[in-house]
């Protein structure tokens, strides 16, 4: 689509032995095409907003000897691609079309180290690249459930936009006024049509593609007055955009639509969009879709639809990447749409999180994972032939993002250096280092149980060093603000998990030693009652951090505050005091237990939490959800084979109930999809009889599951699990035990569909029984 070629010559004066850019001149042929003028124009930008130094840009070059950057055509070579060559004085950057040159000035931008009235090369450069993947793009949804992008401008999408572009990103996907949000937000700058033409315009002026994430919700499109309405309501906003290359249609969340609907559906859109759009496409995925409609969606797709152009893999749909790829025709490319914004109950969540950062930090903290990301990209991205566009919420993703672009261009790069270039570009030089290695502290904080991760507090000591001498410029920051805000939350969540978990230790010490129930109880409570919550400092740090983040960059970290919609949806500043551990279900049992009328009924009550974990003789307890304390499950291929854990037990965790719960219950083991979550015993007495205890947290959707003993005792019939959570015992059939050993399989039904977390179970006792 973009035919032009253009060369750019940069021939800078070396003062030292790093290039000197400092009084460089641009000299710019009235040639150049609209998007290659912008890439010019964000070259002298981003250096003057750096460095307060404005490199003028002349139609000639300047007198012998001063530098200069020339911009001349070039030759054709690999789509987007370009040449980054110094020697001597000069850097020439060669593209190979109008991408080209804007991803050739990204690069240099990496490179430059931009200091306040200073501009130089430090090192050396000859580089001739083009990108692996054809596609690399994000998706910017403005509409009130992200938790940043409602508050943005105009302007302050050009420049997320232009920073996307630095690191490779050549597509950005909108979503429509219509979605499952609210239709307004009290944030919003402007309506969602008009921000939504204007975020068109700018791809359209960069020369990037533009994509629409269009959710079909109506509820029935076999209905003809349904389907024509939805036409009308499309072919609007295809009129109105600028500038659409592909539609992109979920088969679910939102909308819930047979498949066969849908590509009825899907088909006269395809002709409604290219009345407006003659060259864009039409891609659709089987989201949601539960065991029989992914059977149809396959019918379907080997009729070889000629109005579709390709097929996307993302959140909640039942197939891995791999196994889609094959069961596809290999006419249709498929795309990559993985979640990069969402730490739990999503695509790739947090390997084994520790439940104190589920329960405080939620589903869309400020998440830098760039070794996760990099793991993701690198098993499932080779299976999606064209590339990837992402999903995203928000700004809290921003460190994911360049990655995802980084490798797509490049699957070898060093991880390491990529975040090196982030830093140097976003942060600063003299922080590149110190920064990259910042980044990957905050990955490592959420690596293993948060009671026992020193690294955390050394890495709060990191930062705070950084904090210490950053400049006013740096201060104000929002990336620099978004990394102190997540140091500074982890910090004081482990300060406080330490003090609470060590003053329940000591309320279980009472419970033991003291004499009387009525006065082991009210011992007991004293010590889970803090006076004065621990890390007290750390907490005030981070509630200043966060206003800084919504004045830079309309970061919604709570919702009475900052105008978030819900605690879930980034905003963890309202969750930062939330229990992390058992005592509000302690105390509330406290209460219970008072309440009961004679010594002995007390005295068992509290041995009832005294041995909790305890299965008895020849018993067995597994808590599911705790990654060290579950010996007897079944954990499949694990996260670096199976990051999307299509063939692996995954831990999960569960809302916040009106009645206190147990840690043990927020967590648990999940199966996704029609796999099946399995323990399995040895040593078993061939003579004793045995029964199962079991607990069911799980998320806010109940679903059907069964229990079965070595795949052919059914334990239990297909049930929901009740919302109250509490033990609930079954017995093992003496047959399934008589070989010593025992297997039990919690199954879903297959009639299941959605988000696909089918199985969930928290806590498991076997029982000797006699």
Partial sequence: MLQSRVFILLSIACLASAADFTHATVVAPSSLSGPERKAVALLVDAVRERTRITWPVAASDPAPGSPVIRIRRMPAGPPEGYQLRSSGSSIEIGGNDERGVLFGVGALLRALEMRRDSV???????????????????????????????????????????????????????????????????????????????????????????????????????????????????????????????????????????????????????????????????????????????????????????????????????????????????????????????????????????????????????????????????????FADVGFLSYSEGCNDDVNKAVWSALAWNPEADVTEVLRDYARYFIGPDMADGFAHGLLALERNWRGPLLGNSSVDVTLAQFQDMERRATPQQKLNWRFQQALY?????????????????????????????????????????????????????????????????????????????????????????????????????????????????????????????????????????????????????????????????????????????????????????????NTLQLHYTGLDPAAHYKVRFTQGGDSTPRLTRLVANGKFEVYPFRKRESDVKPIEFDIPAEATAGGTLTLEWQPHPDESGNGRFVQVSEVWLLRVK
Wanted: hydrophobic residues 40%; contains cysteine; proline residues 10%.
């Fill in 120 to 382: 130089a090369l430090p090192r050396p450069l000859d580089i001739r690249t083009a990108p692996k993947y054809a596609l690399r793009g994000h998706q910017l949804g403005y509409r009130p459930k992200t938790n940043s992008y409602d508050g943005w401008t105009v302007p302050m999408w050009e420049s997320y936009i232009r920073d996307l572009a630095v690191f490779g990103a050549n597509a950005i996907e909108l979503i429509p006024p219509r979605s499952d949000d609210a239709a307004d937000s009290p944030l919003f700058p402007l309506p969602p049509m008009p921000m939504m033409i204007e975020m068109s315009r700018l791809a359209q002026e960069y020369g990037l593609q533009c994509w629409i994430w269009y959710p079909a919700m109506d509820p029935d499109y076999a209905n003809p007055a349904t389907v024509e309405a939805a036409l009308k309501e499309w072919g609007e906003v295809f009129r109105q955009i600028p500038r659409i290359d592909a539609v992109f249609v979920p088969g679910g969340d939102p909308g819930h639509t047979e498949p066969k609907v849908l590509f009825a559906l899907l088909e006269k859109q395809t002709a409604n969009l290219r009345k407006y759009h003659p060259k864009a496409t039409m891609w659709v995925s089987p989201q949601g879709f539960n065991a029989a409609w992914m059977e149809q969606f396959f019918g379907l797709m080997d009729q070889h639809p000629s109005w579709l152009s390709g097929i996307v893999f993302g959140p909640q749909v039942r197939v891995n990447l791999p196994d889609l790829r094959r069961r596809i025709p290999k006419q249709y490319p498929i795309r990559f749409y993985p979640d990069i914004t969402h730490s739990t109950n999503a695509e790739f969540t947090v390997n084994d999180w520790d439940v104190a950062y589920a329960q405080t930090e939620e589903r869309e903290v400020i998440n830098p994972r760039p070794l996760d990301e990099a793991q993701i990209f690198r098993v499932l991205q080779p």
């Fill in 486 to 674: 997540r140091a500074y939350y982890d910090a004081y969540l482990r300060a406080r998990l330490t003090d609470e978990t060590a003053r329940e230790r000591r309320a279980f010490d009472r419970l033991r030693r003291t004499g009387s129930t009525l006065s082991a109880l009210a011992a007991g409570e004293s010590e889970l009652t803090a006076e004065q919550p621990a890390g007290a400092p750390l907490r005030a740090r981070v509630f200043e951090l966060a206003e800084a983040l919504f004045q830079s960059v309309r970061m919604q970290l709570s919702v009475p505050r900052y105008f978030a919609i819900d605690p879930g949806r980034g905003a963890n500043l309202d969750l930062i005091d939330r229990p992390i551990t058992d005592a509000p279900w302690l105390l509330s049992r406290f209460t219970a237990i008072r309440a009961l009328d004679n010594e002995p009924a007390r005295r068992a009550a509290i041995d009832d939490i005294l041995n909790w974990t305890d299965p008895g003789p020849g018993g067995f307890y597994d808590d599911l959800g705790d990654p060290a304390n579950r010996p007897h499950l079944l954990p499949g291929e694990g996260f670096e084979k199976d990051p999307a854990f299509f063939h692996s037990i995954r831990t999960g965790f569960g809302g916040r109930r009106n009645t206190p719960w147990r840690i043990s219950w927020y967590r648990h083991a999940e199966a996704l999809y029609g």
